[in-house]
């Protein structure tokens, strides 16, 4: 039972413009959500956090969204950068002590 | 601030063969985590820890994997016989605290290649 989701395996996009990571959960009791950005041989880096209380929350060129009604977050990266070419793995946290769910994770490419 | 450190980063071994890895957290992390990544997955917690005492182990293979940490700072994980479908990067994160929203931090894992 895959309780967070990414359904898209790869993304694309060129230099510059914005790149729009999506994911969707089923469990209406996750309250704390991750992004993570991962390269080869490294262990997964924290990016950027939100709660369930909040919608939106930014840091710099990172926005991600939460929308709980349709259980679906999204990481907004503009401009993008080749540096940002990375996996990157959403994680959710239910009421337990500090447990995440990770998804499947989603490659991206920035293109020069 | 040094991050969480683990080792070894590579370790190849035969099925049946028995394997440990180490993870030190960062100074003054209460909780730290075991993760088993498989190829194409993303992590998915073995075993959590708050100072020293187990709060979660619900997705541990007890009868093969077991996991300790010493005095509520490094912890070993032991997978002992191995198995083929036990190849996969594990990784090591600590966080200061379970019960608040704080983010955990990784290790830059031990990839486990068995043959």
């Known amino acids: 039972d895959q309780q967070v989701k990414q359904n898209s395996p790869s993304l694309s996009v060129q230099e510059g413009r914005i790149s729009i990571l999506n994911c969707d959960y089923t469990n209406s009791m996750f309250d704390y959500f991750l992004w993570y950005k991962k390269y080869p041989a490294e262990g997964p880096t924290f990016l950027i956090s939100i709660s369930s209380i909040k919608d939106k929350n930014e840091d710099g060129r990172f926005t991600v969204f939460l929308n709980k009604s349709a259980k679906h977050l999204s990481l907004h990266i503009v401009p993008s950068q080749p540096g940002d070419s990375a996996v990157y793995f959403c994680a959710a946290k239910g009421t337990s002590y500090g447990k995440l769910t990770f998804g499947q994770g989603t490659i991206l490419t920035v293109h020069p | 601030e040094a991050g969480v450190a683990q080792s070894p980063r590579y370790k190849i071994i035969e099925k049946r063969q028995s394997v440990a890895f180490w993870c030190n957290p960062i100074?003054?992390?209460?909780?730290l985590y075991w993760y088993q990544q498989i190829l194409g997955q993303g992590p998915k917690l073995l075993i959590q820890?708050?100072?020293?005492?187990?709060?979660?182990d619900s997705q541990l293979p007890k009868d093969r994997f077991s996991a300790e940490r010493l005095k509520g700072v490094d912890s070993t994980l032991k997978i002992q016989p191995a198995k083929l479908e036990d190849s996969a990067v594990y990784l090591c994160?600590?966080?200061?605290?379970?019960?608040?929203?704080?983010?955990?931090?990784f290790g830059d894992g031990t990839r486990l290649s068995i043959l």
């Open positions: 994160a600590s966080s200061l605290e379970a019960g608040f929203n704080q983010p955990q931090h």
């Open positions: 820890f708050q100072n020293n005492g187990v709060v979660d």
């Open positions: 100074s003054g992390h209460a909780t």
